[in-house]
Structure formats: structure tokens, C-alpha cells
């Protein structure tokens, strides 16, 4: 199989956000674009710009071996593409959408039944980011297609490559947005019981995301943090029994703010598990062994 070189054809499934700035980017850089989506009109734009819009799922395949797919979840995979198996065969599915880990191992062992290679992707950026610096993505699954077609992907940003089980790729994009997802939902509850006082969050939103800045300095070194999670040495009973007060301080006061009670309740739910276990930090009630 000969190396990637810039203008190999390139297919893009999915024209959302994600799926059209990709298509951008790869055009721009001297790519070959087909690209369909099931609301036709989503491609006009790209397709003004010289792409090639393919008339139906089965074309799309046929236009290009790299295929990337950006879609909502993995069930939309078999909606678009479950009448169009027979054009599979040779071609690599690269596929960035969201879904669980052991939905996207099912998809790869669906794509390597219909003669195509699999690669999931999970991409760390939103879509004004790609192709910067800043951009990087996941990506696990069959390690040829990841060499054959690394040049290409670099393009939309760094790739960093987990290894042979398709899962990992989307285990470390769910982590990743689990963080961001809890994050700024603790940042909006925060926001809003301020508002529940009078307090604009003009006049609160610095401070919140200033305190967010300082939380590595206070866990300490990335690398050292991990070490403790791994070796159970994270967290002190003492400091849990602390903390639990404050977490039922705050959903006390929510519940009397009339501001939504489920982040706290929830949070508060952690660290009452975690004080009645005499645990370290609520992470021994998380974890599942």
C-alpha cells in the first residue's frame, strides 16, 4: 500500500459543524472532497467551494478509500450506510462521532465483517480550533489504516495514536469530556445561586474561573496525582469530612435559593458515601473496584 501524499480523495459523512470544517480544511489543503449529508443543503457551501457532493451514501464511499464520519452517535453509522455495505470492501472508516466504548468496539468488528478497516477518533477541539496548534485528537483502532492515513488526519490536528482496541479512543475523548461537561456545569450552578442573591454574574464569573485555574496547583504535579490514584494514597479522611460539610452546606443553600438541586445532591451524595466508608477522597466510591 503506497504512503499518504496530499491530494488523495477524501470522503466526509456528516456535515455539521465538525463534519464541514473538516472538509474545509482538507480541501485546502489540495484534498480531493466528497462529501454528503442527509439534509443535501448542509453541503452547498463546500460544494461552491469545489467540492463534490455525492448523490447518495454508496457514491460517497466509492469517491474515496479514507471516509470520515461525523455524526451525531454510531447508530447513525448503520442508518446512512446499512444499504450501501457492498461498497465497504477497501476502504478505511475514520470515525469521530461520540458514543459509549463498547458501541464503538461493535462498530469496528461491523466494519471489518463488511471488508473495511476501522479507526474511532475523538476529536479534543471545537470546530473554530481545528487545524491550529491547539487541535488534537484521539484515535485507536487498526494501527495500518492510523499509518496509512496519519498525514491526513495531522491536518485537522495532532493525532495521538492509544493503540489496537477501538475502544480507547473514545474512552479517553468520554474522560476528557466528562471533566469539561462537570466543569461547566459546576460553573453555571455556581453562577446561578450568585443570581439567586443578587449577585450578576458579570460580578462572579472572574472569580469562578480564576478559582477553576488554580485546582492543578492545589492537586499538585499531573504525574504525582496519578501515581496516588493508582497506589490508593490519594486524599485524607480528614480533609474528606471537611470538604462533606461544605458540599452540604452548598445544597442546603441551593435547595434555599430555589436554584436547581441535582449537581449538589449529587456531589453531597459523594462525600456522605465517602465519609460513612472512611475513605481518603470520594475516588474510592467512584471507582468501580
Same mark, same amino acid.
Given at each position: 500500500? #503506497?504512503?499518504?501524499?496530499?491530494?488523495? %480523495?477524501?470522503?466526509?459523512?456528516?456535515?455539521?459543524?465538525?463534519?464541514?470544517?473538516?472538509?474545509?480544511?482538507?480541501?485546502?489543503?489540495?484534498?480531493?472532497?466528497?462529501?454528503?449529508?442527509?439534509?443535501?443543503?448542509?453541503?452547498?457551501?463546500?460544494?461552491?467551494?469545489?467540492?463534490?457532493?455525492?448523490?447518495?451514501?454508496?457514491?460517497?464511499?466509492?469517491?474515496?478509500?479514507?471516509?470520515?464520519?461525523?455524526?451525531? +452517535?454510531?447508530?447513525?453509522? =448503520?442508518?446512512?450506510?446499512?444499504?450501501?455495505? #457492498?461498497?465497504?470492501?477497501?476502504?478505511?472508516?475514520?470515525?469521530?462521532? #461520540?458514543?459509549? %466504548?463498547?458501541?464503538?468496539?461493535?462498530?469496528?468488528?461491523?466494519?471489518?465483517?463488511?471488508?473495511?478497516?476501522?479507526?474511532?477518533?475523538?476529536?479534543?477541539?471545537?470546530?473554530?480550533?481545528?487545524?491550529?496548534?491547539?487541535?488534537?485528537?484521539?484515535?485507536?483502532?487498526?494501527?495500518?489504516?492510523?499509518?496509512?492515513? +496519519?498525514?491526513?488526519?495531522?491536518?485537522?490536528?495532532?493525532?495521538? =495514536?492509544?493503540?489496537?482496541?477501538?475502544?480507547?479512543?473514545?474512552?479517553?475523548?468520554?474522560?476528557?469530556?466528562?471533566?469539561?461537561?462537570?466543569?461547566?456545569?459546576?460553573?453555571?450552578?455556581?453562577?446561578?445561586?450568585?443570581?439567586?442573591?443578587?449577585?450578576?454574574?458579570?460580578?462572579?464569573?472572574?472569580?469562578?474561573? +480564576?478559582?477553576? *485555574?488554580?485546582?492543578?496547583?492545589?492537586? *499538585?504535579?499531573?504525574?504525582?496525582?496519578?501515581?496516588?490514584?493508582?497506589?490508593?494514597?490519594? *486524599?485524607? %479522611?480528614?480533609?474528606?469530612?471537611?470538604?462533606?460539610?461544605?458540599?452540604?452546606?452548598?445544597?442546603?443553600?441551593?435547595?434555599?435559593?430555589?436554584?436547581?438541586?441535582?449537581?449538589?445532591?449529587?456531589?453531597?451524595?459523594?462525600?456522605?458515601?465517602?465519609?460513612?466508608?472512611?475513605?481518603? #477522597?470520594?475516588?474510592?466510591?467512584?471507582?468501580?473496584?
Amino acid at each position: 500500500m #503506497s504512503t499518504t501524499e496530499p491530494g488523495d %480523495p477524501v470522503t466526509v459523512i456528516g456535515l455539521g459543524p465538525m463534519g464541514q470544517a473538516i472538509s474545509r480544511i482538507l480541501h485546502d489543503a489540495g484534498h480531493p472532497v466528497t462529501v454528503w449529508n442527509r439534509t443535501a443543503a448542509r453541503a452547498d457551501a463546500l460544494v461552491e467551494a469545489g467540492a463534490t457532493r455525492a448523490p447518495d451514501p454508496a457514491s460517497a464511499l466509492a469517491a474515496a478509500e479514507l471516509v470520515l464520519l461525523s455524526l451525531t +452517535e454510531y447508530q447513525a453509522m =448503520y442508518d446512512i450506510l446499512g444499504d450501501a455495505t #457492498s461498497a465497504l470492501a477497501g476502504r478505511t472508516l475514520v470515525n469521530i462521532s #461520540s458514543d459509549t %466504548p463498547d458501541r464503538t468496539a461493535e462498530a469496528a468488528e461491523w466494519a471489518t465483517r463488511h471488508g473495511a478497516r476501522f479507526v474511532a477518533g475523538g476529536i479534543m477541539v471545537p470546530p473554530p480550533m481545528l487545524g491550529t496548534g491547539a487541535a488534537y485528537a484521539y484515535y485507536s483502532g487498526d494501527r495500518t489504516a492510523f499509518t496509512r492515513w +496519519e498525514h491526513v488526519l495531522r491536518l485537522i490536528g495532532a493525532p495521538r =495514536y492509544l493503540g489496537e482496541d477501538p475502544r480507547l479512543a473514545q474512552l479517553l475523548y468520554l474522560a476528557n469530556l466528562d471533566v469539561f461537561l462537570a466543569t461547566t456545569a459546576s460553573l453555571l450552578h455556581a453562577a446561578a445561586l450568585a443570581r439567586a442573591f443578587g449577585v450578576p454574574a458579570e460580578a462572579v464569573v472572574p472569580d469562578l474561573v +480564576e478559582h477553576i *485555574g488554580t485546582i492543578p496547583a492545589i492537586l *499538585g504535579s499531573a504525574t504525582d496525582f496519578a501515581a496516588q490514584l493508582d497506589n490508593g494514597t490519594f *486524599g485524607d %479522611p480528614r480533609s474528606v469530612i471537611m470538604m462533606g460539610a461544605t458540599a452540604d452546606h452548598v445544597a442546603i443553600a441551593t435547595a434555599a435559593a430555589g436554584v436547581h438541586p441535582g449537581l449538589p445532591a449529587a456531589v453531597k451524595e459523594l462525600y456522605d458515601a465517602a465519609i460513612a466508608g472512611g475513605h481518603g #477522597s470520594v475516588f474510592e466510591v467512584m471507582k468501580a473496584d
